[in-house]
């Protein structure tokens, strides 16, 4: 399974942004979804995942992003808003799929910057 990230950019405190990530290739299903990200100098850390319809996010995002996704397009949507400047880090979206067995793959990042 290859992923497409995209949505990344520069946004002011308060601000909002959407990331989309896009699968395609060959498996069965999918399982879950998650978006990951990684600060400079920091270690990567869950931001939130979506398995059968239930999400699940880490608590300095709750309230704030909402994550998404459309299974007949196999796209997995993170919506941003009250950006802060800790939110700042590359984005990587991650799928757990069947295909030869349970499986997983990494998509390439997106840069996010919250800056005035």
């Known amino acids: 399974v290859q992923l497409q990230a995209s949505g990344g950019g520069l946004v002011q405190p308060g601000g909002s942004l959407r990331l989309s990530c896009a699968a395609s290739g060959r498996f069965f299903s999918i399982s879950t979804m998650g978006w990951y990200r990684q600060a400079a100098g920091k270690q990567r850390e869950l931001v939130a995942d979506?398995?059968?319809?239930?999400?699940k996010y880490r608590d300095s995002v709750k309230g704030r992003f909402t994550i998404s996704r459309d299974n007949d397009k196999n796209t997995m949507y993170l919506q941003m808003n009250s950006l802060k400047p800790e939110d700042t880090a590359v984005y990587y979206c991650?799928?757990?799929?069947?295909?030869?067995?349970?499986?997983?793959?990494w998509g390439r990042g997106t840069q996010l910057t919250v800056s005035s």
């Open positions: 979506i398995t059968n319809g239930r999400a």
């Open positions: 991650n799928v757990g799929y069947v295909w030869r067995g349970n499986e997983n793959s």
